[in-house]
């Protein structure tokens, strides 16, 4: 398998134009590992990110990270909408 | 405040706010991995830790992004404002000032109140942390300096 994978390496290479990137489609398509990094896969990994993700301390990082956002979203609404007082 | 100035200095803010934003997510978070958005509380060490704290800066950057969004839509009907002051210093000081904006808000609550993560997480509380807060600073009173005279009505709608 690696003698395959270093041939078609050297293929991809020595040659990159149609061919070497339908050999690279085809061993997409056909052979196509489980990915282990992606948040939603079915690996050992993404259980553990998953997990350490979805404790009950959750909702107050979320909460953590959008205050700021949405303080911030709070004052360009001030600056738009406010009225003020020497204008009227 | 001018309300011909509103528009565009909303916009700008906006605008600013979600370039600093991005600033801060791509050169610290991404090139740079100083820090991520949660690295004081999930250490970023591990492979699971990286992961997870990739999860929240990526929750941190649709933030981000929905303020650019936002910025955007402003700017649009700015443009379609007939009295608006569009002028080339409201926008520059307005987008300075969002930037410096972003920085005081996020690291006065991010770096100091719930110290979710540091400029410089090694060494965790820093002088790092208070030279952001300064850069902050800088650029909304040299935002302010040059978008003063429009802010205040010293410059005439549509000048450019």
Redesign the interface.
């Known amino acids: 398998m690696a003698a395959l994978g270093a041939a078609l390496r050297a293929d991809l290479y020595a040659r990159p134009g149609v061919g070497g990137r339908c050999i690279l489609l085809a061993i997409v398509v056909a052979v196509h590992a489980p990915a282990f990094a992606c948040t939603l896969c079915h690996s050992p990994q993404s259980a553990s990110i998953r997990e350490r993700l979805l404790q009950p301390d959750l909702w107050l990082n979320l909460g953590a990270i959008l205050f700021p956002i949405g303080l911030l979203v709070w004052i360009v609404a001030l600056v738009a909408h406010a009225p003020a007082a020497k204008d009227r | ?3 011909r100035a ?2 565009l ?2 916009a700008s ?2 605008l600013g ?1 979600g370039m600093g934003g991005f600033v801060d997510g791509i050169l610290f978070h991404q090139i740079l991995q100083f820090h991520n ?2 690295s004081a ?2 250490p970023n060490t591990d ?3 990286a ?2 704290n990739m ?2 800066d990526g ?2 950057h649709a ?2 992004w ?2 650019t969004a ?2 955007i839509l ?1 700017l649009w009907q700015a443009g379609r404002m007939a009295q608006a002051n569009l002028s080339g210093r409201l926008l520059g000081g307005g987008l300075l000032m969002g930037w410096g ?2 920085n005081l ?2 690291g006065v ?2 770096h100091h109140l ?1 110290q ?1 993560h540091h400029v410089y997480e090694p060494l965790g509380q820093s002088p790092w942390d208070y030279a952001f807060l300064l850069w902050g600073l800088a650029m909304v009173a040299g935002g302010w300096r040059i978008a003063r005279r429009d802010i205040r009505g010293g410059a005439d709608a549509r000048e450019t």
């Open positions: 405040m001018q309300d509103r528009p200095l909303s803010l906006a706010i958005m949660l509380r999930i492979y699971v830790g992961k997870v999860v929240w929750v941190f933030g981000v929905a303020i936002l910025g402003l904006l972003f808000v996020e609550i991010d719930l979710l």
